[in-house]
């Protein structure tokens, strides 16, 4: 058997913004695999903490409050109780979601960049910006857009654009123009607080070459900014909505939702903490060197994650840094680009307290584990992929239910029609079931080393080829014939095949946790399934004459 040493672990998913309801795109590409590693790690036996929030400052949630005709308050109050209803709805098990607009992150955020100045790593700068005579605003980030003048895309956003992910700055977009009245701005020297990169530079190259266990397309990215040379990151905005800056001279700016978004994973820790009674039990994820800290995020984001947060902490001299990023590629639907505005993609709503499933015009309803299931097997882990309708409905017809469902249920029917409900007795095992037994651990101990690596698509391929394995087991051994032509060995059959359906409710916790739990209480077994001890999940602990629950089908097919 493989051991691993038990550790301690911080997770965190990205912040999303809370100027939209979320899309499959937005779960797949940090909510859903921060969960299943979460999982993993606490069936591993480890220290777990996994916090997210929402990020509801800058200009995103200005523009769409704007257009709400809300204020920015009133606008994240109420976006963030969707984005929480939906999250908890999707089975994402956060140990604590809070806001970045919370007193707290305020509190932290200040504390962080009053560090980094005393430091030395907070310069000012005079920028020329474009301002809009007509709105008499400067344009910081999404209210301007414009052309990319890298790659070309339109409409481009004035911090980033969505087609090449190149960071930008509003003054470097082609043709701009103003969101509000459209008119092109003019530019306007105004002066703004910066991130001195450079200081930085060679720390964070010698830290990133450092992290040979991260994904290439995490690692390569981070080393190409080195490579072109960092510059000083604009940390301020003329904005309203944010965390006042605390310096003479910028008391009508606030910070760069950038700068303070992912502080709020700091903040929400410590929310945690106080929330649970132990309010310095934040610093051992962050502040004690034998914790480790994962982040899930888009491709989009992996740069903020790798170069200017971890610039931030190194600033500090005060945290740990990310021991790994796991950075995703993006999820398209229909092979084209998942757009709200389009209205294009598989979204999540909330109407009347109830999560539902838009699908273009369409209300559908779904069970959360048929997306965590599909979402999973596709999951944009090295390359983009795509989310296929007609394709999530054979894959969960074919094998989440025509395999693993349907092994479960025959198990357990034939327990309850032939032995009254009762886990037989066995007799000595044979060669059959000495192979499934040593399948069992060969998977559990191949599905551990995957997960560590991030290789959630690869894990789950190993656990329905499991299933299969049991399929094939039972069918092989027809029950229904030795019932009273060998029952001794139809015993054992039913005896080893129950173990199966209890390692396989304890491997596909992480990913589908709401069947686990269905599985659980049909085998009636005592203690919660999402607190199993993993590395047992191979042993033969239940014992013959222990009565099952109400044995009913897991699922309902696609027709």
């Known amino acids: 058997m493989i051991v691993f040493e038990k550790e301690r672990w911080l997770v965190t998913a990205a912040l999303p913004y809370v100027n939209n309801i979320p899309h499959v795109g937005n779960i797949v590409g940090s909510h859903l695999p921060a969960d299943i590693f979460s999982r993993f790690l606490r069936l591993f036996g480890n220290e777990v903490v996994f916090v997210g929030g929402t990020d509801e400052h800058g200009s995103p949630t200005e523009v769409a409050a704007f257009k709400a005709g809300l204020q920015p308050k009133d ?9 929480k209803l939906i999250y908890e709805w999707f089975g994402i098990s956060y140990d604590n979601f809070s806001r970045t607009s919370k007193e707290i992150n305020h509190k932290v955020t200040t504390e962080i960049f009053l560090r980094l100045l005393k430091n030395g790593f907070i310069i000012r700068k005079k920028l020329l910006l474009p301002y809009c005579p007509v709105d008499k605003r400067f344009l910081p980030d999404r209210w301007i857009e414009g052309t990319c003048p890298y790659c070309g895309y339109r409409p481009a956003r004035g911090d980033q654009c969505e087609s090449c992910t190149r960071l930008l700055d509003p003054s470097e977009l082609l043709e701009p123009y103003c969101i509000i009245c459209k008119n092109k701005p003019e530019i306007k020297e105004v002066e703004h607080l910066f991130l001195d990169l450079p200081k930085l530079e060679k720390k964070l190259e010698e830290w990133i070459k450092g992290n040979k266990h991260w994904k290439p397309n995490v690692r390569n990215l981070a080393l190409s900014w080195i490579k072109e040379g960092l510059k000083p990151r604009c940390i301020s905005r003329d904005l309203k909505w944010g965390i006042q800056i605390p310096l003479e001279g910028f008391k009508d700016k606030v910070f760069y939702c950038w700068f303070d978004a992912p502080i709020g994973y700091i903040s929400s820790t410590v929310e945690w903490a106080e929330r649970i009674g132990k309010p310095e039990e934040w610093r051992k994820y962050w502040q004690e060197k034998d914790s480790k800290i994962v982040h899930f995020i888009g491709k989009d984001n992996i740069v903020f994650h790798t170069i200017i947060w971890p610039a931030i902490l190194m600033g500090t001299g005060e945290f740990n840094l990310p021991y790994q990023v796991g950075g995703l590629e993006f999820l398209n639907y229909e092979g084209d680009k998942i757009s709200k505005s ?6 999540l709503d909330v109407e009347n307290g109830r999560v539902i499933v838009k699908v273009g015009d369409k209300k559908i309803d779904l069970e959360p584990d048929y997306l965590r299931f599909y979402l999973s097997l596709i999951m944009p882990e090295t390359k983009d992929s795509n989310f296929v309708w007609k394709e999530f409905e054979k894959k969960v ?4 239910i025509g395999n693993f469902g349907n092994f479960v249920f025959r198990v357990l029917v034939f327990v309850r ?9 066995p007799e000595k095992l044979g060669r059959k079931e ?7 651990t060969a998977t559990k101990n191949s599905v551990k080393q995957l997960i560590l690596q991030l290789k959630f698509r690869d894990a789950l391929k190993k656990i329905l080829a499991l299933s299969k394995a049991g399929n094939v087991y039972f069918q092989s051994k027809k029950p229904w014939e030795s019932f009273k032509e060998n029952p001794e060995d139809c015993r054992t059959t039913l005896f080893v095949s129950v173990h199966l359906v209890k390692a396989l409710a304890i491997l596909f916790e992480p990913f589908i946790p709401f069947t686990s739990e269905k599985i659980w209480s049909q085998l009636n077994l005592e203690g919660s399934v999402h607190k199993q001890d993993f590395d047992s999940l191979d042993k033969l602990d239940i014992k013959a004459g222990h009565k099952i629950g109400k044995v009913e089908p897991l699922f309902k097919k696609f027709e």
Do not use: M
């Open 75 to 83: 606008f994240c109050d109420r976006l963030y109780q969707v984005h």
């Open 342 to 347: 389009r209205n294009w993609g598989v979204f």
């Open 397 to 400: 017809n074919a094998e989440l």
């Open 417 to 425: 029609n032939n032995f009254n409900s009762t886990v037989p007795e």
């Open 434 to 440: 000495k192979n499934l037994i040593k399948k069992i």
